[in-house]
């Protein structure tokens, strides 16, 4: 069984458009999160949540809206989308929001902004 | 401020060769990760120390805590270690998030 699971895995999509990724983990985790890896696969973090609660808003534009309707998910949505949010983007979760517990990462959704 | 440096940021090695990966924080921290990322891959978490070394197969991993470094090695290097290995780390006062290191990547050629 998948324990960090997203989707779509690619997604390929034209400027301006609205998209959505899914991120479920069936861990039992209290803390879910999104991560941005860049085109020199640098990653940094985007969002952070906490049992339902928005915990870390890093610098994002407002056009990124994370939701999370239960504690096992947290879906990422994009408005108008732009060339500039072409990476890959990492939902992970991980026990608690303890400094001593192990993150798990998704697989990973490559968008592709044309 | 707090930042995380790798190194070295490439790494060819032969078959067989003994490799070491270096990550250095600029204060101190709760837990230090260690992550491998194959090429097109997802982030597996290989890793977490916040004290000592711990030993998973082929990997080790140490941490240095008054000397803010900790080290990746891989004993017996194998073509499928391939990959680009990331140290991340929570900061005191950071909310938890993980700041992560630019990754090393790693070749191993057979």
């Known amino acids: 069984d998948t324990a960090v699971s997203q989707t779509p895995k690619y997604l390929v999509t034209q400027m301006g458009n609205d998209k959505s990724i899914k991120c479920e983990q069936n861990?039992?985790?209290?803390?879910m999160y999104w991560y941005k890896q860049d085109s020199k696969k640098f990653l940094k973090i985007m969002f952070s949540?906490?049992?339902?609660?928005?915990?870390i808003n890093e610098t994002v534009p407002n056009r990124f809206s994370p939701k999370s309707p239960d504690k096992a998910h947290l879906n990422l949505h994009i408005n108008s989308l732009e060339l500039g949010d072409s990476a890959v983007y990492f939902c992970?979760?991980?026990?608690?929001?303890?400094?001593?517990?192990?993150?798990?990462f998704g697989q990973g959704t490559r968008l592709t902004v044309v | 401020k707090n930042e995380v440096e790798q190194s070295p940021q490439n790494l060819t090695a032969q078959e067989g060769e003994f490799i070491t990966i270096n990550c250095s924080y600029s204060?101190?921290?709760?837990?230090l990760h260690w992550l491998q990322q194959h090429p097109g891959g997802g982030i597996v978490s290989l890793f977490m120390l916040s004290s000592g070394k711990k030993k998973h197969g082929r990997l080790i991993a140490t941490i240095n805590i008054q000397e803010k470094h900790s080290s990746l090695h891989i004993t017996a290097s194998h073509p499928r270690d391939s990959a680009v290995y990331i140290c991340?780390?929570?900061?005191?006062?950071?909310?938890?998030?993980?700041?992560f290191g630019k990754g090393t990547l790693l070749t191993v050629n057979p």
């Open positions: 949540y906490n049992n339902k609660e928005l915990i």
């Open positions: 992970a979760s991980s026990q608690a929001l303890r400094g001593g517990t192990e993150a798990f």
């Open positions: 204060v101190g921290i709760s837990a």
């Open positions: 861990l039992g985790h209290d803390t």
């Open positions: 991340a780390v929570r900061f005191p006062g950071s909310n938890y998030k993980l700041t």
